[in-house]
């Protein structure tokens, strides 16, 4: 029970302290004269993954590097599956094909730069700031593009913006909100990885799974939390937006941030099959959007109905 305790009182402290920061960093950025387009390319995605990166960075201080990697597949196969798929069922997501296709090139060379560090078997600092690198390049281009000749893409990023959370107006409160939301999410990502790695041991099971699942889609409830409430406003492609940009930024950022801070090692299990699921997922994403410039109702329940298959498979293994 005490294992549980522990792991439900990280995800919460995660959660809420997620929201914290978005809400602390968007008011302080539009304090400071920030942009919206900016805020909803950086601060927006920054701030939902930082639960993930406070676990990951965690999880591999205390050499767990199952927690730590399977966190990051685990979310991205989640984001996809789970979260895209029941966005999608709430509301049909539109596709801007300009935005899309920069994006779609973005999110699979991220998955595939994944899968070579996952094959390769060991994620060197040296590796990591190379993926930091790729990640401030993207992000500039994709922000002096937009400047020079906005379009729908821009919107999105600015609706992103419009949909996060709101702070304090005084600068002051609104930097203190973020620095608590940080606090917060790292007291809570030391009770959940504690938890976490706890349960694996009583359950007799590898951490790794543990990562797959209870980590990665507990870490992935901001986006979930973000992804829905734009489906029910109809901002569908805020919810597009919303989870292609956070798999891009799992991979370059918080893989690159967690092993330059401590190299992790790739776990054998994720090397052999879920690697190969999160390639797969990014596949029937950009082939679902292509295909009909439209992410439909029927290809959001096959992408959820994906995602209980493969969730069953883990718990069938274990």
């Known amino acids: 029970m005490d294992i549980w305790i522990s792991i439900g009182i990280g995800l919460v402290l995660l959660v809420v302290g997620g929201e914290l920061l978005v809400r602390g960093a968007v008011a302080s950025a539009t304090a400071l004269g920030v942009s919206p387009l900016l805020i909803g390319l950086t601060l927006v995605g920054f701030g939902t993954s930082t639960p993930e990166l406070v676990t990951s960075v965690t999880a591999a201080l205390n050499g767990s590097a199952g927690i730590a990697v399977g966190n990051v597949v685990g979310s991205n196969i989640a984001n996809i599956l789970f979260i895209l798929g029941v966005s999608a069922i709430i509301y049909p997501m539109a596709v801007n094909p300009r935005g899309f296709r920069r994006d779609a090139i973005m999110l699979s060379a991220a998955a595939l730069a994944c899968m070579g560090v996952v094959l390769y078997g060991r994620m060197s600092m040296l590796l990591g700031i190379g993926f930091l690198v790729s990640l401030v390049s993207y992000v ?99 919810a597009y937006g919303n989870i292609v940009g956070s798999n891009i930024f799992n991979v370059l950022f918080i893989l690159g941030s967690t092993s330059i801070i401590q190299p992790i090692d790739m776990p054998a299990q994720i090397a052999h099959f879920d690697i190969w699921v999160m390639l797969v997922a990014t596949g029937l994403l950009v082939f679902f959007a292509r295909s009909g410039a439209t992410l439909q109702r029927w290809e959001g329940g096959v992408l959820l109905a994906s995602y209980c298959a493969y969730t069953g498979y883990l718990i069938s293994i274990a």
Request: no cysteine.
């Open 140 to 238: 500039v281009f994709v922000y002096v593009q937009e400047k020079r000749a906005p379009d729908e893409a821009a919107t999105v990023a600015e609706h992103r913006a419009e949909d996060a959370p709101k702070g304090p107006r005084q600068l002051t409160l609104s930097l203190a909100m973020a620095v608590g939301g940080i606090a917060i999410t790292i007291f809570g990502a030391r009770f959940l990885v504690d938890g976490s790695i706890s349960l694996a041991k009583t359950l007799g099971v590898s951490d790794t799974i543990i990562g797959l699942t209870i980590v990665a889609v507990g870490t992935s409830m901001p986006e979930l939390v973000t992804s829905v409430m734009a489906a029910l406003r109809k901002h569908a492609d805020v």
